[in-house]
């Protein structure tokens, strides 16, 4: 059993972006454009291309984002393996973001005592 009907939210998301295409298709259009123009250098494969995509989904923490590169990278033959190391990637740079973030709570807390007096 899967925490969210996957195939039913992939459609829904695919309808809704199709609704939003009728009121404003030139940002739709302009969406596509962006995310087809990297693919035109053939640096990367699609797998990776994919692959790197979930991990910025996951950081996002986009359902809708998840679930289309899930099954683009399932096209391009991604592993259940590929899978979990590009999501590690995820899980460290969001961690190590978070650390770095925590230094400009500290940085914000002790400014505070400028003008609270410490």
């Not at 009728?22 to 994919?50: F, V, W």
């Not at 400009?104 to 609270?116: G, K, L, N």
Request: hydrophobic share 45%; glycine share 12%.
């Amino acid at each position: 059993m899967h925490m969210i009907d996957w195939n039913t939210y992939r459609g829904q998301v695919s309808a809704g972006v199709g609704e939003m295409a009728k009121l404003t298709p030139d940002t739709i259009e302009g969406y596509l454009q962006l995310g087809q123009s990297g693919g035109c250098t053939d640096r990367l494969n699609g797998k990776t291309r994919e692959l790197i995509a979930l991990a910025v989904a996951v950081s996002l923490r986009c359902d809708g984002c998840i679930v289309l590169h899930t099954s683009a990278a399932r096209k391009f033959g991604a592993t259940g393996e590929e899978l979990a190391e590009a999501l590690g990637v995820a899980v460290s740079s969001a961690a190590r973001a978070a650390l770095v973030y925590s230094t400009h709570a500290f940085d914000a807390f002790d400014a505070a005592a400028e003008t609270q007096g410490a």
